[in-house]
């Protein structure tokens, strides 16, 4: 299985995007059953050779070429690679794609979706892009012009993707008192507007954040 990463997007995207990767299982590889574990980002996956085979909280997901998972606040399932998988993904902030492209947070928390269903037929241009080339490279290109577009028209961040994405960025290590003194709420209101336009709790999102940047960590 070949793997390529880069966490180094253009000045103008790291507000919204952490970084691109993409995995190739070749014809000799054996296949391999992967593990979701909880994580904060809102990830994009282009599907340009076979279909994995994914199950999302004990479901079967019907086959996507292009699909968006937003927050996992727990173990999410599993994916089978077999040899002729081919996947590009964009990593997003946790509410990066949210913000881009107008998709409340809530929406995709603890789910996957089409992503053709949420965006349009921009989503099948794009995907035709980025199968048409050959390098990772040459992947990243393509995006990163396509997602510079719409940072470009970005005008307003929601307060609370500000918060969760802060809280994000801290490892979780935030009080969550300060973060609604910050937004000039109680705490009890702090957490239900957060939960409700994120949909957890910031205590929750923080305990995960700790958890990602753990083994983060020791992948590094």
């Not at 574990?37 to 990830?43: G, I, K, N, R, Y």
């Not at 996507?64 to 990593?91: C, H, K, N, R, Y």
Request: some cysteine; overall charge positive; hydrophobic content about 45%.
């Amino acid at each position: 299985m070949r793997l390529f990463f880069n966490s180094d997007p253009r000045p103008e995207l790291r507000p919204y995007v952490r970084a691109y990767a993409q995995r190739v299982v070749d014809a000799d590889d054996p296949v391999v059953i992967e593990y979701v574990p909880a994580q904060l980002d809102q990830v994009l996956n282009f599907e340009l050779g076979k279909l994995p085979g994914v199950r999302h909280r004990a479901c079967s997901v019907p086959g996507a070429s292009t699909w968006i998972g937003g927050a996992q606040t727990s173990f999410s399932g599993f994916m089978d690679l077999s040899p002729g998988v081919e996947s590009f993904a964009i990593f997003f902030q946790p509410a990066g794609w949210s913000e881009l492209f107008n998709v409340p947070v809530l929406e995709i928390t603890n789910r996957i979706a089409d992503a053709r269903a949420a965006i349009g037929s921009d989503m099948q241009t794009l995907w035709n892009r980025v199968g048409g080339v050959s390098t990772f490279e040459q992947r990243v290109n393509i995006v990163e012009g396509w997602l510079a577009e719409r940072a470009a028209l970005v005008r307003t961040q929601n307060r609370m993707a500000v918060a969760a994405t802060f809280i994000f960025r801290q490892h979780g290590a935030v009080r969550i008192p300060a973060l609604a003194e910050w937004n000039s709420l109680g705490v009890r209101q702090f957490e239900r507007r957060f939960e409700r336009e994120i949909g957890t709790t910031p205590k929750t999102f923080a305990r995960v954040a700790r958890f990602q940047a753990a083994v983060d960590a020791k992948l590094a």
